[in-house]
């Protein structure tokens, strides 16, 4: 039986199908037996006819952060540190449901703002999180169940020019060294994983707030589909062939 895994087209899923040689299934019809199968973002359904051993990221999970108004309240209602929800503290955020990156995003500082943000798509709005850093922590549980951290990386750019840090405004990651690596942040990172029931994702992390009354550092939201670096497809293809018991 074969390793497969299951995506959504992407850059990023044909790079780890070229470095791993882990078949990848976007549209084409899966084996009738399969060994493991990885879910890359997919909540593709899988036939009843097809007998396999072991997926990792359960669908219902996928679709759990997927919803990111529903994974906010979510990880919220269990302990874990996000932005607080609500239209009334100004200056707030409003986001669309679904949204990747720097999209459908309002920042509204008065009840106009939110109005109109609602009348441009916003679903739900939360507190402005005046951060000083971001993190993006990759997480992976290994074959003896244990969380790991897969990659680690800190958001670069001009902090002070825009209020979305996104690849469009010129904000950059850059990768972290074990020695540069936060603890507290790798936790947090663990947590959430660990929250919403995935097997690997990876954790977009505010931290180190103008404000000392706000949390040292909050969870803006989770990915199963990340686009990567180089480094990043080495890793992941690394993890993904350790997981099929390759390497």
């Known amino acids: 039986m074969i390793n497969i895994i299951l ?5 990023t899923i044909m790079e780890i199908r070229n470095y791993s040689n ?5 549209k084409r019809k899966l084996p009738y037996k399969v060994n493991k199968i990885i879910r890359w973002g997919s909540v593709r359904e899988i036939p009843d006819e097809v007998e396999f051993s072991k997926v990792y990221n359960d669908i219902h999970r996928i679709r759990l952060v997927s919803d990111k108004l529903r994974c906010r309240k979510w ?6 540190p996000v932005t607080t929800l609500g239209h009334d503290l100004y200056p707030c955020i409003g986001r669309t449901r679904y949204h990747h990156g720097g999209n459908g995003f309002w920042l509204c500082q008065t009840p ?7 009348i441009e798509g916003a679903d739900y709005f939360s507190q402005y999180y005046p951060k000083q850093k971001e993190y993006r922590v990759h997480i992976g549980k290994n074959i003896e169940g244990e969380y790991k951290v897969i990659l680690y990386s800190e958001k670069v750019g001009d902090k002070y020019g825009s209020v979305i840090w996104n ?5 950059e990651f850059e990768h ?8 507290d942040i790798i936790n947090l990172a663990k947590d959430a994983i660990e929250t919403v029931g ?7 992390i505010g931290s ?8 040292p550092a909050v969870v803006f939201e989770i990915n199963t589909a990340p686009a990567l670096s180089p480094l990043g497809i080495k890793k992941y293809s690394e993890y993904f062939l350790k997981l099929c018991g390759t390497i």
């Open 208 to 215: 180190n707030p103008l404000y000392s009354q706000l949390p």
């Open 7 to 11: 995506s959504k087209p992407s850059r």
């Open 176 to 183: 972290l060294d074990r020695g540069e690596r936060r603890k």
């Open 75 to 80: 990880l919220a209602d269990r302990d874990i």
């Open 198 to 204: 995935l097997d690997f994702g990876c954790v977009d």
């Open 22 to 26: 882990i078949p990848v299934y976007i």
């Open 167 to 171: 690849h469009d405004n010129g904000f």
């Open 112 to 118: 106009y703002d939110v109005d109109q943000a609602k």
